[in-house]
């Protein structure tokens, strides 16, 4: 698993291998809230596979900007 940081928010990319040369996409955002932490999992779409690990990670940080994006501006309703 990696860690990145984003906005002040922690994504924990973790892509999984559903068949041998087939990533899907996973991430997860862990959003500190006072003394706890949340935990957010973003999923990309089942169908979408990637080749590498490498490019499910890329995918799923993309997804996890576009959360914590709308979250920090509203779009997704939890401004």
């Known amino acids: ?10 994504v924990e990319l973790a892509s999984e291998e559903a068949h041998p040369g087939e990533w899907i996409a996973r991430a997860t ?7 706890t932490n ?22 799923a940080m993309e997804l996890a900007k576009l959360w914590i ?3 920090l501006w509203g779009a997704n309703g939890h401004g």
């Open 38 to 59: 949340k935990k957010i999992p973003i999923l990309g779409r089942r169908r979408a596979t990637f080749e590498t690990r490498r490019q499910a990670d890329s995918y």
């Open 69 to 71: 994006d709308g979250r």
């Open 29 to 35: 955002i862990v959003v500190e809230d006072g003394k």
């Open 1 to 10: 698993m990696t860690k990145k940081t984003y906005r002040d928010h922690i």
